[in-house]
Nanobody, 127 residues
């Protein structure tokens, strides 16, 4: 069973914070780039942030720069997305995904070039 499982979503007020986790099972994450993507109702899936295998290269969508931080702990086979200063427009289902390294980390996010997805976790930002 090869799985990617997101957790940590929930309901928060504007300005609040959440930390999402993406845990891999059945394979080791260190061979892959990791990305966080989100999809709100009626909108296409958006690349939020992506990170290289070792964590040295990251990319963030302009809409989340300065507020979100992607990280990974290969020893724990887990990736994270720390989300601060949340806005209502951040509300979406958040998915993590992996990519067998190719093209660039930036392209992974912008073009949504991925090789596997989790089931997603709901983030709702509302007062």
């Amino acid at each position: 069973q090869l799985q990617l499982v997101e957790s940590g979503g929930g309901l928060v007020q504007p300005g609040g914070s959440l930390r999402l986790s993406c845990a891999a099972s059945g394979f080791t994450l260190d061979g892959y780039r990791i990305g966080w993507f989100r999809q709100a109702p009626g909108k296409e899936r958006e690349g939020v942030s992506c990170i290289s295998q070792g964590g040295g290269i990251t990319h963030y969508a302009d809409s989340v720069k300065g507020r979100f931080t992607i990280s990974r702990d290969n020893a724990k086979n887990t990736a994270y997305l720390q989300m601060n200063s949340l806005k209502s427009e951040d509300s979406a289902i958040y998915y993590c995904a992996v990519q067998i390294p190719r093209t660039t980390v930036q392209a992974m996010c912008i073009s949504r070039v991925t090789d596997g997805w989790g089931q997603g976790t709901q983030v709702t930002v509302s007062s």
